[in-house]
């Protein structure tokens, strides 16, 4: 039976923006909405895919991957963003000369909230969305393919801090 879970965060980003809500932190925010604040960042992500073709050939993927992102903030408190992750992959050579292959990858959107803390250049962030993966591999033993695919809920938390353009997750 094969088990998939899927366990991704961003341990550490860095991601640079356009503009910054950050840094004025909504003080004194009044008149008309100032423009959309656009950015881009990289990540560290973790996944976890056990017992792929069964069957005594397990192969399991239980690494870490890279994960790129890209979002816009058209309000201090909300923004959409899309995510990339790359879950890895594995090749595995058997004595009796069977060679399993998996690679998987996920796509993912979220709205995002965001929420000042007291200190003027931290913030949390929450967000929920869904996501898209894809699970695929072969075989030479049995001429064996897998292609498996599904769409989940995703959800996260944390916080962020800016350094003028630049951000830190």
């Known amino acids: 039976m094969r088990k998939f ?13 356009t503009a910054s809500y950050a840094q004025s932190q909504w003080g004194g925010w ?8 656009a950015y881009v960042g990289a990540g560290v992500t973790q996944a976890r895919i056990d017992d792929i073709f069964g069957s005594g050939h397990d192969l399991d993927l239980n ?27 594995e090749t595995r ?8 292959h998996a690679d998987a990858h ?17 913030e949390l962030f929450a967000k929920a969305g869904a996501a898209r993966w894809d ?3 072969h075989s030479n033993s049995s001429l064996f393919a897998l292609d498996e695919h599904g769409t989940d809920f995703a959800w996260g938390l944390g916080a962020q801090t800016h350094f003028g353009p630049l951000g830190l997750r």
């Open 93 to 100: 050579r058997y004595f009796d000369g069977t060679i399993n």
């Open 5 to 17: 879970l899927l366990a991704t965060g961003t341990l550490a980003a860095l991601c640079a923006t």
């Open 135 to 137: 699970l695929s591999g």
């Open 63 to 89: 690494n870490t991957a890279w994960k790129a992102y890209v979002g816009v903030r058209p309000l201090p408190f909300f923004g959409v963003e899309a995510d990339y992750m790359d879950l890895g992959s």
């Open 30 to 37: 009044s008149g008309p909405l100032p423009a959309p604040d």
């Open 106 to 122: 996920a796509f993912s959107a979220f709205g995002v909230g965001f929420l000042p803390l007291p200190v003027p250049w931290v």
